[in-house]
């Protein structure tokens, strides 16, 4: 059971700026893409879909950069995973060729059942909740001031 | 969010079998193939996964043919789904190059309590009732009598 890796980076992408507390300067995407591992390629498009989402805002120029948008860190994860991901099957019910027991199969209800019991589990944690406590200081320190590689 | 294949056969196939009730011909492999929609190699692995799983058994000689191994109705298909998807991690957190926020990562434990409520969703369904109710005779009339074609 996997999300895609699409989800996987945007997720990384939002924990990585949630760290910013504004007093530090803010990444590039390529020093993001260094800092969460992945290529900048990918990064890239993530932003863009995190833009379009609202969940991230990029400043031009100097001192310019990436950070949530406003009020982000109280998006839901659950909200932001379920439109990354859609509400599509988990298994490939109407894929060609589509499955011959579709017209009568309980299992599919079932799975969507349990696909949404796995965002409503995600729906109360916010952007924000994914570093707060103990791990918000110690990813600061992972990852502020550490300037990536791209 | 997606199963594997592999899974999503699998759990065809289990259904496929779950509409016989004994007084119908046991079908081959390669008729379960057929019926399922899916590549003969492709189904045959699935079948030697689920017998190595006490879901399935399979008769040779004439006569012979798949059938779910007694008692296998009741098999919870949260059980199933477990064993064939594993318990690894939804996204990609320790896979090369790995995640470096994995250290002091709170998402990580979200998402496993997401695929725990996912899993536990599946667990009082059996592979029986799939296709107890209205859904049984149709799938019966779709699939049985009907020669697979390899």
Same mark, same amino acid.
């Given at each position: 059971?996997?999300?895609?890796?699409? =989800?996987?980076?945007?997720?990384?992408? *939002?924990?990585?700026?949630? &760290?910013?507390?504004?007093?530090?300067?803010? +990444?590039?995407?390529?020093?993001? *893409? /260094?800092?969460?591992?992945? %290529?900048? =390629?990918?990064? /890239? !498009?993530?932003?863009?879909?995190?833009?379009?989402?609202?969940? &991230?805002?990029?400043?031009?120029?100097?001192?310019?950069?990436?950070?949530?948008? +406003?009020? /982000?860190?109280? @998006?839901?994860?659950?909200?932001?995973?379920?439109?990354?991901?859609? @509400?599509?099957?988990?298994?490939?019910?109407?894929?060609? %060729?589509?499955?011959? #027991?579709?017209?009568?199969?309980?299992?599919?209800?079932? #799975?969507? !059942?349990?696909?949404?019991?796995?965002?409503?589990? #995600?729906? +109360? &944690? =916010? @952007?924000?909740?994914?570093?707060?406590? %103990?791990?918000? %200081?110690?990813?600061?320190?992972? #990852?502020?001031?550490? +300037?990536?590689? /791209?």
């Amino acid at each position: 059971m996997r999300l895609t890796r699409f =989800t996987d980076l945007a997720l990384r992408v *939002a924990m990585r700026l949630a &760290v910013l507390d504004g007093t530090q300067e803010q +990444p590039t995407a390529r020093q993001v *893409a /260094a800092d969460v591992a992945a %290529p900048f =390629t990918h990064v /890239a !498009k993530v932003v863009s879909r995190l833009r379009h989402a609202g969940v &991230v805002e990029a400043r031009r120029g100097r001192g310019g950069g990436l950070a949530l948008a +406003p009020g /982000a860190g109280e @998006i839901s994860v659950g909200w932001l995973v379920r439109e990354l991901e859609g @509400i599509g099957d988990v298994v490939g019910c109407e894929e060609e %060729p589509a499955c011959p #027991l579709r017209g009568e199969c309980r299992l599919r209800g079932e #799975l969507r !059942k349990a696909q949404e019991a796995f965002y409503a589990t #995600l729906d +109360p &944690v =916010t @952007i924000g909740d994914l570093v707060e406590g %103990p791990q918000g %200081p110690v990813l600061v320190r992972l #990852l502020v001031g550490r +300037p990536g590689e /791209a």
